[in-house]
T-cell receptor, first 115, second 115 residues
């Protein structure tokens, strides 16, 4: 079945530094990938999404590129801010088995940014 | 932006009791979802619901679980009877459209503790 792997449970950084949060996936069919962000005591919100191979997608300073050759969709930002401290989830939607939009989530990466 | 509300935010009950988790979805959305997240694990799909019917459910959606949205009110998840392994955070989501790329809007979750 489908799976999503986020290898880092916690990433800690000083503000102003770049960050990359890893996401790899496994699916039989053409993948649709999402990044959700969840701030403390808030709902998860969609950050960005993509289904196009090798095309960079950007939103709110974050960007990610879907690479089907390596089954990856890493999230990056060139300069993190204190307000970026949150839990980040990578998720997969698969047209082969999930016609109605069921999402498969990774375990999440907590990003903690320090001053 | 559009918000999904979940009531209550926390619920503590004794094993064997019934519990109802309430979700107030985005007002014009048509598709509704429940996900379950056990502490330290990834969020997992339980069920989705459209036009008064369950469209798809996972193996986590046990016989003790049921969902409904009577007369356009709250979208509810009922567990009867509860078991210890039902302790988790339950996230509700809604979407205007369905499909592999449809954006799901999530609530902040209800933390259920079964004693």
């Amino acid at each position: 079945g489908d799976s999503v792997t986020q290898t880092e449970g916690l990433v800690t950084l000083t503000k102003g530094l770049p960050v990359m949060l890893n996401c790899t996936y496994q699916t039989t069919y053409s993948p649709f990938l999402f990044w959700y962000v969840q701030h403390l005591n808030e709902a998860p919100k969609l950050l960005l999404k993509s289904s196009t191979d090798n095309k960079r997608t950007e939103h709110q300073g974050f960007y990610a590129t879907l690479h089907k050759s390596s089954s990856s969709f890493h999230l990056q930002k060139s300069s993190v801010q204190l307000s970026d401290s949150a839990l980040y989830f990578c998720a997969l939607s698969d047209p082969g088995t999930q016609v109605v939009g069921q999402l498969t989530f990774g375990s999440g990466t907590r990003l903690q940014v320090y001053a | 932006g559009p918000k999904v509300l979940q009531i209550p935010s926390h619920q503590i009950i004794d094993m064997g009791q019934m519990v109802t988790l309430n979700c107030d979805p985005v007002s014009n959305h048509l598709y509704f979802y429940w996900y379950k997240q056990i502490l330290g694990q990834q969020m997992e799909f339980l069920v989705n619901f459209y036009n008064g019917k369950v469209m798809e459910k996972s193996k986590l959606f046990k016989d003790q679980f049921s969902v409904e949205r009577p007369d356009g009110s709250y979208f509810t998840l009922k567990i009867q009877p509860t078991a210890l392994e039902d302790s988790a955070v339950y996230f509700c989501a809604s979407s205007l459209e369905v499909g592999v790329f449809a954006e799901q809007f999530f609530g902040p979750g209800t933390r259920l503790t079964v004693l």
